[in-house]
């Protein structure tokens, strides 16, 4: 089992940066790939960065690539997303995700998650 709490959100202007990190309980952190989503209200939950559990693999939804970073790190249990060049369009709610992997694969569907964080509000002014 693991449990997932993000922090980090808030409110930011456009063009700032804002860094979300992913606390996570359980002793095999290191056997977790990862996810980052996001969801806005009445819409599907959204694709936005995944790493593999080694952090040496990363995929990121096109909108987001060169803009976001996704890391891990296992000895501290933590993932982050480091959003940069923020636009009003990434406000949100985002939510980390995790599933047990025995590979080096990335998931990029939210349906393959096995955990979820409760989610963080990110709002970006224009």
């Known amino acids: 089992q693991v449990q997932l709490v993000e922090s980090g959100g808030g409110l930011a202007q456009a063009g700032c940066s804002l860094r979300l990190a992913c606390a996570a309980s359980?002793?095999?952190?290191?056997?977790?790939?990862m996810g980052w989503f996001r969801q806005a209200p009445g819409k599907e939950r959204e694709f936005v960065a995944a790493?593999?559990?080694?952090?040496?693999?990363?995929n990121y939804a096109p909108s987001m690539k060169g803009r976001f970073s996704i890391s891990k790190d296992n000895a501290e249990k933590m993932a982050y997303l480091q959003m940069n060049s923020l636009k009003p369009e990434d406000t949100d709610v985002y939510y980390c995700?995790?599933?047990?992997?025995?590979?080096?694969?990335?998931?990029?569907?939210?349906?393959?998650?096995?955990?979820w964080g409760q989610g963080i509000q990110v709002t970006v002014s224009s």
């Open positions: 359980g002793r095999t952190f290191s056997s977790y790939a």
């Open positions: 790493i593999s559990r080694s952090g040496g693999s990363t």
């Open positions: 995700a995790a599933r047990y992997d025995s590979g080096s694969y990335i998931y990029t569907n939210n349906k393959e998650y096995y955990y």
